[in-house]
């Protein structure tokens, strides 16, 4: 059995040997803190790659739904259903799909998480204010990516997660007034497939 799980460990690259026990701790926190979070609806502030800031509302009810909604005059709107997750531009009156399961939102939107069994962490940082953990992502046709995300020391509550993009592109987003007690309306989440694509 302990071959076996050697050789799992091996396939999906889970060396949690590397990290200390203090550490395996904060990732387990991460992962019950992720895991707990159903619904949430808050302020958030992206940092685009190339320095522009944009804000809005973002939306999320577990699990795979998510809708972020860009104050103007940004034209954008980024909603996921569960199964898919759309680009809109209302300006160019277009929508990019793309599946959920290759995106690195999924891990912010799944119901449960193990961040130690089901992804591959890579670093784990803390000082007094913050916890930072990083899992890298590995897509066949894509490249590598990766999502650091960073948790209130204090109860482990989200603040912010930065996407790195095989290219080395990040896109930071950072959260605020976080509300997790009412449930969002499910319309919020709908998808129109039939918009032009």
């Excluded at 502030?45 to 940004?74: C, I």
């Excluded at 199964?83 to 799909?97: N, Y």
């Excluded at 482990?156 to 309306?185: E, H, I, M």
């Amino acid at each position: 059995m302990s071959d076996l799980a050697s050789g799992l460990r091996s396939l999906f690259h889970l060396d949690t040997a590397a990290f200390t026990a203090a550490q395996r701790a904060q990732i387990d926190k991460t992962s019950a803190y992720l895991s707990s979070v159903q619904q949430m609806h808050g302020h958030f502030v992206q940092v685009a790659p190339d320095g522009s800031k944009s804000q809005g509302e973002f939306y999320v009810q577990k699990p795979g739904r998510a809708r972020f909604n860009y104050d103007p005059p940004s034209p954008i709107e980024i909603i996921a259903d569960g199964k898919s997750l759309v680009v809109r531009d209302r300006k160019l009156a277009t929508q990019d799909v793309y599946p959920l399961s290759q995106t690195p939102l999924r891990f912010l939107l799944s119901d449960r998480i193990d961040l130690l069994r089901e992804t591959k962490v890579v670093a784990v940082r803390s000082d007094d204010r913050y916890v930072t953990v990083v899992i890298e992502e590995m897509q066949p046709l894509i490249g590598t990516s990766r999502l650091m995300m960073m948790l209130s020391a204090k109860d482990y509550q989200l603040k912010q997660w930065t996407v790195t993009d095989p290219q080395g592109y990040n896109t930071t987003v950072a959260v605020s007034n976080l509300d997790s007690s009412k449930r969002p309306d499910a319309g919020l989440f709908r998808i129109d497939y039939t918009r032009a694509q």
